[in-house]
């Protein structure tokens, strides 16, 4: 996987390996003996286990001391974060910076993990996905470093995963197969003499599913403007155009030289003994190299200035309109990664000018309707950060006027300040999100996770990789001092002054993806003619070859070598999931007692079910719109103070439909209103919450069609982002009634809606302002309300106290529940866009063939993903990702992902059944199963507070308990190869149901029409 400078982008898969005791496993007597002082590394100067320890700081904001080591022998870096969090967290990083666009550090990426001298499997990656508890495994490269990072709660776990780590990383088998580059970099395929010659690789075809979405475009196009003379002109995850120019020898070349001990950065986090780990690393693998000198330094670029406008295009279908689908970008270069308190306070600086919808330059973009949508970034994620300001869906006519009012608007703020009380509400904002940032998982692996990434920011450049773990004193310094002063003088010096700067504008350009696609295959079909007959037989040979090596299997022997985890090793433990449930002015009242850190967090579930079938659109328009207007009490503005000032940020406010976990066709409407206040601020918070609820007003005509045209262009964006978006709603508004009703909030059928208000807005005006006043006061219903409150259990009963003060100002009067009949859509639908690449979704339900759910599911779907989905569809299909799904409420997905395919993934999904009807397993092979599919259970006990708080709603709402998870734990646990060869009839049955869905390539649909009932062309 790449990432997008350090956007790592997750894939949540389970990788964990443990080592047998006959190789490297950590229990071995030569892997590390035992010693008492090993808990002792603290002293400074000291060496131990070969790393000599250079500085220890206690850093309280992230709840540890930071040791730092250098390993003599070959000056590997190494970081330990001691803490008492079990959700541990192992990393080791290259520094990679990028010389072309040919994606070598990628396909490095992806090819070390094919492999390696003590773990001579095909793919250790596959094989132990079976078996992990992990709650993170992947691997990301950036702009200018590779990363392997992994987490688990299972210490033996961790240790496993750091040497299968480490083994591929230092000897990977790609220096001595040909057979790897060729599956997950590129490769030429010739079936038979008559074929036409194609290219396909895991990483050619994820790239070109970056390559389909204008964000990943302009996103180079802003980095060669910027930086035309150092490495961050080039894309670092390939481009596919110049893919196929990288040979293994180069592949190689570049391999030897960055993956050295030398060249590398050493991440480790959480209650563990480092001792051990010191000694285990040394031992088994770094004392094995010596120091040598590799120069992977990072050049900045030097300071430009008057920078040429630069203009590019991307595909849209040839009969596509080009009308307001533009981007347009002005980026600043603002100094250098090393400069803390620069840096912070631009971060804060970027929100006060475009973080929320009254902010002074995103509400002077919006006022002037630009563009449907604006925004901006402040990017350190190089070794020169970018101030981004973009707008969406332009033209590119509007490029002066964009430039113009950005810079106006500036000027204004640095003549005349910001406005005190706005300024003054978001520095308080910044104080309750510092006390929330430690209640939030941003991503499955924890804060431990997140740290090693913020380190590798600043690492990887030379600098101390603790700089961001704690900015709390640059924001102090800032709130001491005059901020507004302080604000202003950033303004002045690295926007308004700051001559290196460049316009980027990238524009729709009909046609060209067919174009391009013409273009690629007269040169495949023109390189055929070039070789001859004799080549033609060798590209022949080579794919017979391949495809013979790909279907092989590893030998026992090698597979042996792989690490077992056993089932005594599993201790699942679960979270404080308790809950009390009472009535209370009619109203169900569910309070769970949590350690929020001085918050609360709290959900009001109003029932929507009130609201006419023909209105639900405005429903979700109406939601989007609570909170963004003016009240009879607040204008926008002064609102928007308010709710950051008490609250920290805006409330949500978000319609859905809550289902039966056992029954999709069992649902509640409703519409959820939330917030994470301060303890001390409930009251204020409820106040304003109330107010929205009841005194919002839909009068203002400019502001409301700003708010539809910025919800037409993100839904826009979401269901052509060649994300599978539109086949996954489609699919799921075709198997359920639930799914049908979410169809109508968010799908097709609301973009059409919001496509319609926006071109005919005038004429519809008093429709519209009628419809929302009337959807509010039927939608915002104390009877049948459920509020459910989580944090300190003394304020619980303030919060109870303050809703009974509040809830008699919500309207009770008792109105019809309203029928819902939606028309199911067709299925095998296609969604055709200027994708290069392919989702697939095949959709069954197993209840219809007449079996019920089972936690022995579970393991199937671990069967099936990593096994043979992921050799059929993935290894030899091409497919970046692949999946399955098995849901109690009865749905089978079967999933593919960036795939260059689509009948062949279809054909694969229909092979499903004769592979698990003659599926065998030894007993050792069915524990690996079993171990991964149940480490959802293993990783429960890591969740953090507002996942615990979230669970419990759930839970409730669901009428689930935590009694199914253990029934399904239960049951996972005891699955045999007897069960799972009896899911081949279940899967039988339900691929004859013949329910599948496509999104991708308009030229890959239009050669496989014939498969589909409907194809929807999603660039119209």
Not at 935 to 942: D, G, I, R, T, Y
């Amino acid at each position: 996987m790449k990432i997008s400078l350090k956007k790592a982008t997750t894939v949540i898969v389970a990788f964990f390996m443990l080592f047998s005791s006959c190789n490297m496993a950590f229990s071995s007597e030569t892997a590390y003996a035992a010693d008492t002082n090993v808990t002792s590394c603290n002293e400074i100067g000291k060496t131990y286990y070969g790393f000599q320890l250079t500085s220890v700081k206690d850093i309280p904001k992230v709840n540890s001391t930071v040791m730092q080591f250098t390993h003599v022998k070959t000056g590997a870096k190494l970081m330990y974060l001691k803490n008492d969090d079990t959700q541990r967290v192992f990393d080791i990083s290259f520094r990679t910076p990028t010389s072309d666009n040919s994606g070598v550090n990628h396909i490095i990426e992806h090819s070390v993990l094919d492999g390696s001298k003590n773990y001579p499997v095909k793919s250790p990656f596959q094989q132990m996905l079976k078996s992990s508890l992990g709650s993170f495994i992947n691997a990301m490269t950036g702009a200018d470093y590779t990363t392997f990072p992994a987490a688990s709660t299972n210490e033996q776990d961790l240790k496993n995963l750091m040497g299968v780590y480490l083994d591929a990383v230092f000897f990977p088998n790609v220096t001595t197969d040909p057979n790897i580059f060729k599956q997950e970099g590129w490769r030429y395929e010739l079936p038979s003499k008559d074929s036409a010659l194609s290219i396909n690789g895991v990483v050619y075809s994820e790239m070109k599913g970056d390559y389909s979405n204008p964000q990943w475009l302009l996103r180079n196009e802003v980095n060669q403007s910027l930086f035309p003379d150092t490495s961050y002109k080039w894309d670092s995850g390939g481009n596919p155009e110049n893919i196929p120019s990288l040979t293994r020898d180069q592949l190689i070349s570049t391999y030897k030289k960055n993956y050295t001990p030398s060249n590398s950065y050493i991440y480790l986090y959480g209650k563990l003994d480092i001792g051990q780990y010191l000694q285990y690393i040394d031992q088994n693998y770094l004392s094995k190299f010596d120091k040598v000198n590799v120069d992977t330094s990072v050049k900045a670029e030097k300071s430009l200035s008057n920078i040429p406008d630069k203009i590019a295009s991307y595909p849209i279908p040839k009969d596509g309109d080009t009308k307001k689908k533009t981007y347009l970008s002005l980026n600043f270069v603002t100094g250098n990664i090393g400069d803390k308190e620069t840096n912070t306070a631009l971060t804060f600086l970027n929100y006060l000018l475009m973080g929320t919808d009254n902010a002074p330059l995103k509400k002077a973009l919006t006022e002037k309707g630009i563009a449907e949508n604006v925004s901006s970034s402040f990017s350190m994620n190089g070794i020169q950060p970018v101030f981004s300001i973009n707008a969406t869906n332009s033209d590119e006519s509007s490029k002066e006027v964009f430039e113009k009012t950005i810079f106006d608007t500036l000027k204004n703020i640095s003549k005349n300040g910001f406005d005190k009380d706005f300024l003054k509400s978001a520095l308080e904002s910044y104080d309750i999100s510092d006390r929330s940032e430690k209640l939030v998982t941003p991503m499955l692996g924890g804060n431990g996770l997140v740290l090693s990434q913020t380190a590798l920011s600043t690492w990887v450049y030379d600098k101390d990789p603790t700089m961001y773990f704690d900015t709390s004193d640059i924001m102090e310094k800032i709130k001491k001092s005059d901020s507004n002063k302080y604000f202003t003088s950033l303004i002045d010096k690295y926007l308004i002054s700051n001559n290196y700067h460049s316009m980027v504008v990238l524009k729709p350009e009909a046609g060209l993806e067919s174009k391009n696609t013409e273009a690629t295959a007269k040169k495949l079909a023109d390189y055929k003619n070039q070789i001859g007959e004799a080549g033609v037989n060798s590209l022949l040979k080579d794919t017979e070859d391949f495809n013979a090596w790909q279907k092989s299997g590893d030998s026992k022997e090698s597979l042996e070598t792989l690490p077992k985890l056993s089932l005594k090793d599993i201790k699942p433990e679960l979270p404080n999931l308790n809950y009390k449930v009472e009535s209370q002015s009619g109203m169900k009242v569910l309070t769970h007692n949590a350690d929020l850190n001085g918050l609360s967090n709290i959900s009001l579930y109003f029932d929507t079910s009130k609201v006419p079938q023909d209105k639900l659109h405005y429903l979700s328009l109406l939601s989007s719109l609570l909170g963004n207007v003016d009240t009879k009490e607040h204008s926008y503005d002064q609102l928007s103070n308010e709710m950051l000032q008490y609250v920290g940020s805006t409330i949500g406010f978000t319609p859905s439909a809550v289902s039966s976990n056992k029954n999709p066709n069992n649902y509640s409407p409703k519409l959820t209103v939330s917030l994470l206040a301060p303890d001390e601020n409930i009251s204020k918070s409820l106040d304003i919450t109330e107010e929205i609820i009841n005194d919002s007003q839909f009068t203002n005509k400019q502001r409301i069609k700003q708010i539809i045209e910025q919800n037409k262009s993100a839904l826009q964006a979401t269901l052509t982002s060649g994300s599978g978006a539109a086949a996954i709603m489609r699919m799921s508004s075709y198997m359920s009634e639930s799914g049908r009703y979410s169809e109508e909030l968010t799908g097709l059928s609301y973009y059409k809606f919001l496509q319609d208000l926006d071109s005919n807005f005038d004429s519809k005006w008093d429709e519209i302002s009628k419809n929302l006043n009337d959807i509010r006061k039927l939608a915002f219903n104390r009877n049948d309300l459920i509020a459910t409150y989580s944090g300190n259990e003394n304020t619980s009963k303030t919060f109870k106290n303050e809703l009974n003060r509040i809830s008699p100002k919500i309207n009770s009067q008792v109105l019809p529940k309203q029928k819902y009949t939606f028309a199911q859509p067709d299925k095998n639908t296609a969604f055709s866009s200027t994708a290069k690449v392919q989702t697939i979704i095949q959709v069954g339900d197993f209840k219809k063939a007449g079996y019920t759910y089972s936690g022995k599911m579970m393991v199937l779907q671990n069967v099936l993903d990593n096994g043979y989905l992921w050799n059929k569809v993935r290894t030899t299909g091409g497919a970046y990702g692949v999946q399955s799904a098995l849901s109690p409420n009865g749905e089978v997905i079967l999933a593919s992902m960036r795939d260059p395919n689509l009948k062949e993934t279809l054909d694969a999904f229909q092979g499903t059944v004769n592979y698990l009807k003659n599926f065998q397993a030894t007993d050792s092979e069915m524990t690996n199963y079993i171990i991964g599919a149940i480490k959802s259970f293993a990783n429960l006990k890591s969740s953090g507070p507002l996942e615990e708080s979230s669970l419990c709603d759930s839970m409730y709402l669901t009428n689930s308990s935590v009694n199914d998870l253990l029934n399904y734990e239960k049951e996972a646990l005891s699955t045999t190869p007897d069960d799972i060869r009896s899911y081949g009839n279940m899967l039988d049955q339900i691929l004859k149901q013949n329910i599948y869905f496509a999104e991708g390539s308009a030229d890959k649909i239009e050669q496989n029409k014939q498969l589909f009932n409907e194809i929807i062309d999603m660039q119209k």
